[in-house]
């Protein structure tokens, strides 16, 4: 566990900031990532690292690809490649704020920021349609097995996946069900959060089944809710694993691919971007990005 970013197994935090950044055009990103190895300890700052990114290092990290874009019946999931991804961490606003602005200013001749998204817990956990998120997550050696690479070798034991979406939520259009319609559209009570046995096969919950999958699609979901000062407000949502590929099949069967029904989460919210990156593991400390030559 000491080689993983631990900001990865730990709970979700009351506050969090999350940043986007494309690789200047012609810069070297070495120097960048050599000054973000000493400010990113892994617990307050999780980082990311791109597709794009790793090509422009000629590096390969077997498992790292380009989110999808997928389509399904009426919907259209959006595919957003970063080349670099923070998540900062905390219970200040105010502390991340500056700790993203150091970061910025330190990789500033490399790297140029493409978005910013703060998030913040909601309740004792919940979506902003206050449903409790990530229910089944696994929990200590479950979650470790879950979302960290071993077997790999040094520079890569304790590496993790992520996958990445900024969900748009249609809050009039979800006020306007009835109790009843909310309830089968997530396949949970809200009142207790107790799983309906009788909800429909569009239900959330049963078309995102760890346990369903052949092989078994566990992540792990570290996602919190965002707004802004338009009133506009979703879930950033935020998946790790040992692999994609549990995120990927999940994320298919969600729009139909398997079978043709669509997860009713799509009745009030829709992606609006989508992103994958490989989360260095760390050594003494620090971020370990020998694998990149660095």
Not at 72 to 83: F, N
Not at 256 to 285: K, N, Q
């Amino acid at each position: 566990m000491n080689q993983t970013q631990q900001g990865i197994l730990d709970p979700v935090p009351l506050q969090g900031r999350y940043l986007s950044f494309d690789l200047v055009p012609g810069a070297d990103p070495r120097p960048s990532l050599a000054m973000l190895r000493n400010l990113a300890d892994g617990k307050d700052t999780v980082i990311g690292l791109g597709y794009s990114l790793l090509l422009a290092l000629d590096v390969e990290v077997d498992g790292l690809r380009v989110f999808p874009a997928l389509v399904g019946r009426g919907i259209e999931l959006p595919s957003t490649p970063a080349a670099l991804w923070c998540w900062l961490r905390g219970d200040d606003r105010g502390d991340l704020l500056h700790r993203g602005r150091a970061i910025e200013g330190a990789i500033a001749t490399a790297f140029v920021r493409v978005q910013g998204v703060d998030g913040f817990r909601h309740g004792t956990g919940l979506d902003l349609t206050g449903y409790e998120d990530g229910t089944e997550n696994p929990q200590g050696p479950a979650a470790l097995a879950t979302a960290v690479v071993s077997g790999a070798g040094a520079g890569l034991d304790g590496a993790s996946f992520v996958a990445v979406q900024q969900w748009l939520h249609d809050f009039d259009r979800f006020d306007a069900m009835s109790p009843e319609e909310q309830d089968n559209t997530i396949g949970r009570r809200r009142r207790d959060n107790e799983e309906l046995d009788e909800a429909p096969a569009s239900a959330h919950v049963k078309r995102t089944a760890q346990e369903d999958f052949e092989p078994a699609a566990f992540i792990l979901r570290r996602s919190m809710p965002w707004s802004d000062e338009q009133g506009r407000g979703g879930l950033q949502f935020v998946a790790f694993g040992k692999t994609l590929a549990a995120f990927e099949a999940q994320l298919r069967r969600m729009i139909g691919a398997e079978d043709g029904i669509r997860d009713a989460l799509f009745r009030f919210t829709r992606p609006v971007s989508g992103s994958y990156f490989w989360c260095p593991p760390l050594h003494a400390g620090r971020l370990d990005l020998r694998a990149l030559g660095i």
